[in-house]
């Protein structure tokens, strides 16, 4: 089964301290895995996504195959990061191949 | 770029009636998606179109239907609404039909609210 696990729905940082944000997926193969950010008031965005190994906005993710995990970081969080965050896996099987099956979310609160 | 636009913005209609939704994907874009996201979940896949094409189908109920015309822009179609129809559908594009690494970027979403 194609699957993406956030545990967290909530997750409440101070400014300054560093952030995880869980994500598990269940698949058999090689996955393709993306973080979706949702600000306030905005659309669903593109984070980052584990081919392009790339940073944005600070934030890193590293995909675990063993872990079956594609953990976001930041080590030190921003109160402009507070927002709604999507983990996401490519589908390649089934009717729902080349699309995205997504996590329920988690929403990081960054206090001052 | 104006970026995947998504009309109306809000609608509300009542039980048993049909609702039309539409996406205007980004210039040059041939892939249109359409997702599902209930209060408190995640986005949830309904359909695919590429180059006009029925390409991807997710575990909805055949009250949805969908199609993309020549300019790419799509059309999704609920018929029969019942008050679980209540969400904020999301219409993403891309350049490809997924399988080559393209990304999907996603529009601001039509509320549909069914009373």
């Known amino acids: ?112 | 770029d104006a970026g995947v636009t998504q009309s109306p913005t809000h609608l509300i209609k009542t039980r048993g009636q049909q609702v039309t939704l539409r996406c205007s994907p980004i210039s040059g874009h041939k892939s249109v998606s359409w997702y599902q996201q209930v209060l408190g979940q995640g986005p949830q896949f309904i359909f695919q179109y590429y180059e006009k094409e029925e390409r991807g189908r997710g575990n909805f109920p055949d009250r949805f239907s969908a199609r993309q015309f020549p300019n790419y822009s799509s059309e999704l179609n609920v018929n029969a609404l019942l008050l679980g129809d209540s969400a904020l559908y999301l219409c993403a594009s891309s350049l490809d039909a997924g399988l080559g690494n393209q990304p999907q970027h996603f529009g601001d979403g039509t509320r549909l609210s069914i009373l």
């Open chain 1, 1 to 112: 089964a194609q699957r993406v696990t956030q545990p967290e729905k909530l997750l409440s940082v101070f400014k300054g301290a560093p952030v995880e944000l869980k994500c598990n997926y269940s698949y058999s193969g090689s996955p393709e895995l993306f973080w979706y950010v949702q600000y306030s008031r905005q659309r669903l965005q593109l984070l980052l996504r584990h081919i392009s190994r790339e940073s944005i906005k600070g934030f890193t993710a590293d995909l675990n195959k063993g872990e079956t995990s594609f953990h976001l970081k930041k080590p030190f969080a921003q109160e402009e990061d507070s927002a709604m965050y999507y983990c996401a896996l490519r589908a390649r099987q089934g009717g729902s191949q080349g699309n995205l099956i997504f996590g329920k979310g988690t929403k990081l609160s960054v206090k001052p």
